[in-house]
T-cell receptor, first 114, second 112 residues
Framework: SQQGEEDPQALSIQEGENATMNCSYKTSINNLQWYRQNSGRGLVHLILIRSNEREKHSGRLRVTLDTSKKSSSLLITASRAADTASYFCATVPHSGGGADGLTFGKGTHLIIQP | NAGVMQNPRHLVRRRGQEARLRCSPMKGHSHVYWYRQLPEEGLKFMVYLQKENIIDESGMPKERFSAEFPKEGPSILRIQQVVRGDSAAYFC??????????FGPGTRLTVL
């Protein structure tokens, strides 16, 4: 399977609930990034977490990274209808690189029911 | 500061025609990256350019595809003799440093 696989593929929850998405990867990383893509639109960079960090917060977003398990999770608290989108994790390899080295998963499609 | 601009947003071409996709990076950004997203897939890296130089084109198909980022003007991704399999969304990103990119809205190419 490919680097940066999100799980679940699709998630539907009620507005106000928390949404959790997971990402697994295979090789050593320098950092891991989460992006959001609204239907038919471009990607929005949400958060970057480095390999030596375990947790990061940004507003209603909380990202964790477990390098021993090669996995990351994205938690969106108090979800809103506007959070409906596809969420992608992307990894940058330990060998370096930046936005040129991003390996994306297929994404988790999140639907927030009003 | 305007974001990354891409045009056209939608492009329809018949098989065998040429497609030119343009990307204007954010002001002050000299790094440009092109990614392709096939339907229901994640983005796949194609090429990384700095002004007038191709740094990494390891993700570019060997034939029919080319990219440039001239000293003046936008970056261009050119696809010659398009085929149906080229139908995809093409995203460009730019950055000041190499770390992560700001993505544009994408160009959706449809090959008939």
């Amino acid at each position: 399977s490919q680097q940066g696989e999100e799980d679940p593929q699709a998630l539907s929850i009620q507005e106000g609930e928390n949404a959790t998405m997971n990402c697994s990867y295979k090789t050593s990383i320098n950092n891991l990034q989460w992006y959001r893509q609204n239907s038919g639109r471009g990607l929005v960079h949400l958060i970057l977490i480095r390999s030596n960090e375990r947790e990061k917060h940004s507003g209603r977003l909380r990202v964790t990274l477990d390098t021993s398990k090669k996995s990351s999770s994205l938690l969106i608290t108090a979800s809103r209808a506007a959070d409906t989108a596809s969420y992608f994790c992307a990894t940058v390899p330990h060998s370096g690189g930046g936005a040129d080295g991003l390996t994306f998963g297929k994404g988790t499609h999140l639907i927030i029911q009003p | 500061n305007a974001g990354v601009m891409q045009n056209p947003r939608h492009l329809v071409r018949r098989r065998g025609q040429e497609a030119r996709l343009r990307c204007s990076p954010m002001k002050g950004h000299s790094h440009v990256y092109w990614y392709r997203q096939l339907p229901e897939e994640g983005l796949k890296f194609m090429v990384y350019l700095q002004k007038e130089n191709i740094i990494d084109e390891s993700g570019m198909p060997k034939e029919r595809f080319s990219a440039e980022f001239p000293k003046e003007g936008p970056s261009i991704l050119r696809i010659q003799q398009v085929v149906r399999g080229d139908s995809a969304a093409y995203f460009c990103a730019s950055s000041h440093e190499r770390e992560f990119g700001f993505f544009g809205p994408g160009t959706r190419l449809t090959v008939l």
